[in-house]
């Protein structure tokens, strides 16, 4: 599931960095394939365009610092990407390239979430280089 408090904060910022992308990390825990975001945080990058958000990792990791540190939940971790798109297409084969990608160097699945301009959130996920069915995620 995705906690009303992480849907809220990719929608403000996706409509505040409009028309450029905005993104970050997504904070929760997976229950077997169950994944629950309990919180976004936003990752500022000064080089986004309308079509491009590139995590940066200094500030990637200053903002999961923090964020774990203010939440204090035991079983919190990064689970995920979120970007927005300033244009009603969800993840693009790009995208889907990069978390396949990025998800060989994590045991537990790596999970994609991209705002649409039109307010639709579509969740990917992928594991070990293969994408997969996101179970009871509801956006
Ligand atoms: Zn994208």
């Known amino acids: 599931m995705i ?19 905005a993104g970050g990390l997504l ?3 997976w229950d077997s394939d169950k994944v629950i975001v309990r919180s976004a945080v936003e990752v500022v990058d000064p080089a986004a365009s309308g079509t491009s958000w590139i995590r940066r990792e200094s500030f990637a990791q200053q903002a999961l610092d923090r964020a ?6 035991p079983w ?4 995920g990407d979120w970007h927005s798109h300033p244009a009603p297409c969800g993840a693009s ?9 990025a ?7 790596l999970l994609l979430i991209v705002h ?24």
């Open 3 to 21: 906690h009303s408090d992480a849907r809220q904060t990719i929608t403000a910022a996706a409509g505040r960095a409009a028309p450029l992308e």
């Open 27 to 29: 904070l929760g825990w």
């Open 68 to 73: 774990i540190a203010a939440l204090g939940h």
């Open 76 to 79: 919190m971790g990064y689970v």
């Open 93 to 101: 084969a790009q995208d889907l390239k990069s978390i396949r990608s």
């Open 103 to 109: 998800s060989r160097a994590y045991s537990q699945p």
């Open 116 to 139: 649409r301009c039109d307010d639709v959130l579509d969740v990917r996920a992928a594991r070990r280089g293969r994408l997969q069915t996101v179970l009871e995620v509801t956006a």
